[in-house]
């Protein structure tokens, strides 16, 4: 069979990080994962060396008609969102998905995107300090700032830089299922799914004092006893602190609420049992630690746009054997 290609474009100011994210997805070949992996091609606009961030300079003999004949195309940010994409790369966009590629943007890659008219009448994500900016320039698009990624089909946005390393898996998981794209995650020692949207990140300050290592422990023992009733207080009590001091030096941790946290950890929980078991959702629910199928259904598709049942028949692992 002949195997899945994959184009990034690498662009005059770039960062070594976005193309990275990528290359360590789509262009390792990994021995011990049974696939015809993936054929990665780095593009530049016109074959020229490009500049990197930090004085390096990288060079590669192909260009935009090697970047649009690919299966998936890859657009790892652009060098200043403000400035409008060349009309041969809007071009090269356009052919690529008239031919049927994957056309993929990783954080401001998405003006790109929107250049070429592809995000036109879809919803898309950027990183969440561009969504205004894309927004107001193309009014067509549905821009939703919340989410890590966003697959619209042929068409998928990442938020942040690192967000794209989420969806770099997520597609792996749409190509081989989901025990490669696990085990992928495991080899780059990530999640292979992480909870919630880039809201978590935005203006959230880290800070580290002894507090920290009290809440700490207490997510760690949350974790340990997810099918157990938890509450605000018993975590504060495990933390040796006041609900009212828990409460306020979680959120200064975590960025978010113990409470939804919690949930968060409850679906990411419920994700392994849904890809590797048979096991009823309402069992599954119960198991992680919901109060009713109900609930857990509904925090489900608030977090993963999809039903667990839904879910399921997507990335199940397929049989052995």
């Known amino acids: 069979m002949r195997r899945p ?28 994962i049974d696939a015809d992996w ?8 016109d074959r020229q060396p490009v500049r990197m961030i930090g004085g390096a300079t990288l060079s590669s003999p192909h260009g935009l008609d090697d970047l649009a004949a690919a299966d998936t195309v890859i657009v790892p940010s652009v060098a200043d969102p403000a400035a409008e994409s060349s009309p041969e790369l809007v071009a090269a966009l356009r052919l690529a998905h008239q031919r049927g590629s994957r056309v993929v943007s990783i ?43 966003v697959d619209d089909g042929a068409v998928l946005t990442s938020a942040g830089c690192a967000a794209g390393l989420d969806l770099c898996l997520h597609i792996v998981r749409t190509d081989f299922g ?24 935005i203006e959230a300050p880290v800070v580290a004092d002894a507090d920290d290592d009290r809440v700490a422990s207490s997510m760690t023992w949350a974790r340990r006893h997810l099918a157990e009733p938890i509450t605000v207080d018993l975590l504060a009590s495990k933390a ?19 409470i939804r946290w919690l949930i968060g950890q409850r679906i990411q929980a419920s994700l392994a049992l849904l890809e590797t078991t048979d096991m009823p959702v309402e069992r599954i629910a119960a198991t992680v ?8 259904r509904h925090h489900f598709h608030a977090a993963m746009h999809t039903s667990p049942s839904a879910y399921r028949r997507t990335f199940r692992a397929p049989a052995v054997g």
Request: aromatic share 12%.
């Open 5 to 32: 290609t994959v184009s990034v474009l690498a662009y005059d100011g770039m960062t070594a990080f976005e193309t990275g994210i990528v290359t360590e997805v789509f262009g390792l070949v990994w021995p011990d």
């Open 38 to 45: 993936y054929e990665l091609t780095i593009c530049t606009e």
């Open 107 to 149: 954080c401001s890659g998405a003006f790109a995107l929107a250049a070429a008219g592809l995000l036109d009448g879809r919803r898309a994500t950027t990183h969440w300090r561009y969504a205004d900016q894309l927004r107001r320039r193309y009014p067509a698009i549905e821009v939703d700032p919340r989410p890590l990624f």
């Open 178 to 201: 989901a025990a490669i794209a696990n085990a992928v995650a495991r080899r780059l020692v990530v999640q292979p799914h992480r909870e919630g949207g880039q809201a978590q990140y």
């Open 240 to 258: 040796h602190m006041s609900t009212r001091t828990y409460l306020r030096h979680f959120n200064r941790c975590a960025g978010t609420s113990p």
């Open 289 to 296: 630690g919901f109060d009713t199928p109900v609930t857990f």
